[in-house]
Antibody, heavy 120, light 111 residues
Framework: EVQLLESGGGLVQPGGSLRLSCAASGFTFSNYAMNWVRQAPGKGLEWVSA???????YYADSVKGRFTVSRDNSKNTLYLQMSSLRAEDTALYYC??????????????WGQGALVTVSS | QSALTQPASVSGSPGQSITISCTGTSSDVGGYNYVSWYQQHPGKAPKLIIY???NRPSGVSNRFSGSKSGNTASLTISGLQAEDEADYYC???????????FGTGTKVTVL
């Protein structure tokens, strides 16, 4: 059974940093691309970032230059390093497995999310 | 990075069929057969219900079907049931520099 468990969320001041983790199990983590998708309170889904097999990374314009996605295949873990956080980054951050490996297709499994609140 | 356009809400009575549209451009929906649909119940994570325009994952009811014409994709729910009341989002591949774009989301209400 595929399981994705996010952690690392919390309250952070504007301009601060936070690192999210996503522990994966139930599939061969190193063989698949992975994504971060966020949802602001009461709002829709927004794709944030992806990392494919081989390590190429992709970002939404709204986070480019501030967020960094990475993966540790030895630990079956996906990360999202967030810096220069803004109030508009407040959201539930989902880790989502991609169907693809070197290419991106769709999100076939989702975690339960980690809440990030940016406020002073 | 503008989102794909969906109606804010759609409603129907039990047993009826409803269709949710998802309108993009030739650079996303119209240019690729990588449209997917997600169902999200309140307080829950999204769930994949349609991939590659019209394919259903194992375990998803055959009451859900997808199609595409030009720059518009559609999700049809037939034989509407109370459990179908949820938010629905479309998603499409867009470009190598910014691969994914979601729709604005549609709230389905079962009357």
């Amino acid at each position: 059974e595929v399981q994705l468990l996010e952690s690392g969320g919390g309250l952070v001041q504007p301009g601060g940093s936070l690192r999210l983790s996503c522990a994966a199990s139930g599939f061969t983590f190193s063989n698949y691309a992975m994504n971060w998708v966020r949802q602001a309170p009461g709002k829709g889904l927004e794709w944030v970032s992806a990392i494919v097999v081989g390590g190429s990374t992709y970002y939404a314009d709204s986070v480019k230059g501030r967020f960094t996605v990475s993966r540790d295949n030895s630990k079956n873990t996906l990360y999202l390093q967030m810096s220069s956080l803004r109030a508009e980054d407040t959201a539930l951050y989902y880790c989502a497995k991609d169907y693809g490996d070197y290419y991106l297709y769709y999100f076939d499994y989702w975690g339960q999310g980690a809440l990030v609140t940016v406020s002073s | 990075q503008s989102a794909l356009t969906q109606p804010a809400s759609v409603s129907g009575s039990p047993g009826q069929s409803i269709t949710i549209s998802c309108t993009g451009t030739s650079s996303d929906v119209g240019g690729y057969n990588y449209v997917s649909w997600y169902q999200q119940h309140p307080g829950k994570a999204p769930k994949l219900i349609i991939y590659a325009v019209s394919n259903r994952p194992s375990g998803v009811s055959n009451r859900f079907s997808g199609s595409k014409s030009g720059n518009t994709a559609s999700l049809t729910i037939s034989g509407l049931q109370a459990e179908d009341e949820a938010d629905y989002y479309c998603n499409s591949y867009r470009s190598i520099s910014s691969p994914y774009v979601f729709g604005t989301g549609t709230k389905v209400t079962v009357l």
